[in-house]
């Protein structure tokens, strides 16, 4: 049992260029998130998920994209990377929402140069 | 609209000393409320959470918050705190529905 994986760990991007963060999750949780973390800010949440097929944008989502085809995987996508995407990004995923404890990945560190 | 604010960016204490880190939560519902601590390089884990059952509420490592609706707070301490405690600890709310409002986090640092 894994719980909640992500690839990569970091990754260097050049402005506008685009890429791919994975997400995946092997506790048959239907609820994912994608958050931003950046020093002094806490978390924000970017897109979330309540199940395959359906998402929805959090506080902060221009500039990012998502889907959700399977329950397992919620794939994040950045179009055109822009210097102020430069973060670390962590993927949780829970089994309801509400009270339930949100299971976050190890995060991906993003630098934009 | 909910939100959480945690009073001190940083926190210092010695080994074998307490532990207080302050939050105070706005909500115009009863809340559910959460404490997760990073370690470094590491993801978030829960420490501990409050569903409306008893207001002190014990977590792992030795940690317990206590629930105050009249001072609209969930200060997380510990008795007596550990070199390995040292971590950055995040107070969140729940909107009860899809989502967690984190606070700014609390650098805890732990001096021998």
């Known amino acids: 049992n894994a719980g909640v994986t992500q690839t990569p760990k970091f990754r260097i991007l050049k402005i506008g260029q685009s890429m791919t963060l994975q997400c995946t999750q092997d506790?048959?949780?239907?609820?994912m998130y994608w958050y931003r973390q950046d020093p002094g800010m806490g978390l924000k949440l970017i897109y979330y998920?309540?199940?395959?097929?359906?998402?929805d944008k959090g506080e902060v989502p221009n500039g990012y994209n998502v889907s959700r085809s399977t329950t397992e995987d919620f794939p994040l996508r950045l179009e055109l990377a822009a210097p102020s995407q430069t973060s670390v990004y962590f993927c949780?995923?829970?089994?309801?929402?509400?009270?339930?404890?949100?299971?976050f990945g190890p995060g991906t560190r993003l630098l934009v140069l | 609209a909910q939100s959480v604010t945690q009073l001190g960016s940083h926190v210092s204490v010695s080994e074998g000393a307490l532990v207080l880190l302050r939050c105070n939560y706005s909500?115009?519902?009863?809340?559910?409320l959460f404490w997760y601590v990073q370690y470094p390089n590491q993801g978030l884990q829960l420490l501990l959470k409050?569903?409306?059952?008893?207001?002190l509420v014990k977590g792992i490592n030795g940690f317990e918050a206590e629930f105050k609706k009249s001072e609209t707070s969930f200060h997380l301490t510990k008795p007596s705190a550990h070199m390995s405690d040292a971590a950055e600890y995040f107070c969140?709310?729940?909107?009860?529905?899809?989502?967690?409002?984190f606070g700014t986090g609390t650098r805890l640092q732990v001096f021998p």
């Open positions: 506790m048959n949780h239907n609820y």
């Open positions: 909500s115009s519902v009863p809340p559910y």
């Open positions: 998920s309540v199940g395959a097929g359906i998402t």
């Open positions: 969140a709310v729940s909107d009860r529905a899809d989502k967690l409002i």
């Open positions: 949780a995923s829970s089994a309801r929402a509400g009270a339930e404890t949100q299971y």
């Open positions: 409050y569903t409306s059952a008893a207001t």
